[in-house]
């Protein structure tokens, strides 16, 4: 502990200091000219200050009054030294931000228990930091490990449902991966653009509603068993919806609406421009470049350049122009990204 004393008459100090030397684990620090004693804890943090009210230039409440002024004294016990002085002066020191008095010429056995009680306050406060400190780390921890155990969830779930989706995990983290920097270069916060990386693998997990003679078929699809198809987008959007997080929230939106057009025709709803969800828009980019560029069991990947042209003709018709902006504008971004996760 130490013990800050601000006194002008140099006998004072030294009684107090002998006094405070005396006291369990307290260190006196003296100035007899406040000016310094002020200077000193700008830099340095007493736990205790005693200060001398009858003091030349600066007077103890004015001292008091700057010393609270110091944003990390706002709360450290002060007592002010006082002789005879009236009632105004002591409630002008209390309104400043003193603790405690003691009437000069000092009592030591007042003395001493003043000053353990102002001590004792100050160690207070330190458990109260500390408790407040260690229950702010067990919270942290607590949301970490929830956090961590909705990722886990969501990616079960993913992994069950490419158990039936001929689409590949690897699929799955270039989407993503795509759909997060589009996300940024539209000015996404950080967290926001997690939330794109993590939601975005979601989005076919409504298939695991599509019957396998619809899901598997290697041929086109009959206009009636495209129309089963499609409900992958409102199904997967009512599995996620049952989730409370705003993970699985936005994950549920981007399942309904990754298969909508900007200029309407899209699928389930038909939603068109900005009616459709920016995330939706932006995934829509993502799933179809990864989609044009893989490779699958029944056609090869097409060339980048290839695929970047049909974005271009598709600007304003199946994509958001600014979506197809936010991509282009990191292409090598993109192809970092594609060579990264190849298929196994
Ligand atoms: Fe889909
Ligand atoms: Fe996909």
């Known amino acids: 502990m130490n013990i800050l004393i601000v006194d002008d008459n140099p006998t004072n100090v030294m009684l107090l200091k002998h006094m405070i030397a005396r006291l369990d684990e307290c260190t006196p620090i003296c100035f007899t000219d406040a000016a310094k004693g002020l200077a000193w804890c700008e830099e340095e943090k007493p736990d205790l200050l005693l200060v001398d009210y009858m003091m030349p230039d600066i007077d103890g409440v004015d001292f008091i009054r700057r010393f609270r002024k110091l944003s990390h004294c706002t709360d450290i016990p002060v007592i002010m030294i006082t002789a005879e002085e009236s009632k105004e002066v002591r409630y002008l020191a209390l309104q400043a931000g003193a603790n405690d008095f003691l009437n000069k010429p000092i009592d030591k056995t007042e003395f001493i228990a003043r000053t353990n009680n102002m001590i004792r306050l100050r160690k207070n406060q330190f458990q109260l930091a500390n408790r407040a400190e260690w229950l702010a780390k067990g919270i942290k921890r607590a949301t970490e490990e929830l956090l961590q155990r909705e990722r886990e969830a969501l990616l079960l779930l993913s992994k069950a449902a490419e158990y039936r989706d001929p689409e590949t995990g690897a699929h799955l983290n270039r989407m993503s991966h795509y759909s997060r920097l589009i996300a940024r270069n539209l000015g996404f916060g950080e967290a926001e653009q997690e939330i794109m990386l993590e939601a975005s693998p979601m989005h076919d997990v409504g298939k695991v509603g599509t019957p396998d003679d619809i899901l598997l078929k290697k041929g086109r699809l009959t206009p009636e068993e495209f129309e089963v198809m499609k409900q992958h987008a409102i199904c997967g959007y009512n599995i996620l919806k049952q989730g409370s997080s705003r993970l699985m929230q ?18 389930p709803l038909g939603l068109a421009g900005e009616d459709i969800p920016l995330r939706g828009r932006i995934v829509a980019v993502a799933d179809v470049f990864d989609a044009l560029t893989s490779e699958r069991p029944y056609k090869k990947g097409w060339p980048v350049e290839q695929a970047l042209e049909f974005l271009e003709n598709e600007r304003g018709k199946h994509f958001d122009p600014q979506c197809i902006d936010a991509f282009l504008l990191s292409l090598d971004e993109v192809l970092e990204i594609m060579n990264r996760f190849q298929e196994q």
């Open 250 to 267: 936005v994950a549920a939106e981007i399942a309904a609406t990754h298969h909508e057009k900007f200029n309407g025709t899209g699928y």
